[in-house]
Nanobody, 124 residues
């Protein structure tokens, strides 16, 4: 069993930056892929970024490519999402999720454990 806790959300002006953290409990977290997803009001949850268990592979949604960076510290059982040049359309609840099988990186349906989410609000 893995428990995930997101933090680092908040209110920021357009063009600003935030760094989200996803802290995990569980001895095998370092062997799982991890994804970040987001859900805006009235919209479906969508993929943002994904990192492999070793950190050697990263995948990004086109909408955040070049602005967001995913990283992980397996010694600390934490995955980060650095978000730069934020836009109002980035406003959403951001969730991290752990992927045990790692067969389909970034596939919402393939994620095994989810956090409760952290709110990110970008004002114009």
């Amino acid at each position: 069993q893995v428990q995930l806790v997101e933090s680092g959300g908040g209110l920021v002006q357009a063009g600003g930056s935030l760094r989200l953290s996803c802290a995990a409990s569980g001895r095998t977290f370092s062997t799982y892929g991890v994804g970040w997803f987001r859900q805006a009001p009235g919209k479906e949850r969508e993929f943002v970024a994904y990192i492999s268990w070793s950190g050697s592979s990263e995948v990004y949604a086109d909408s955040v490519k070049g602005r967001f960076t995913i990283s992980r510290d397996n010694a600390e059982d934490t995955v980060y999402l650095q978000m730069n040049t934020l836009k109002p359309e980035d406003t959403a609840v951001y969730y991290c999720a752990a992927d045990v099988g790692q067969r389909h990186p970034g596939d919402i349906g393939g994620m095994d454990y989810w956090g409760q989410g952290t709110q990110v609000t970008v004002s114009s």
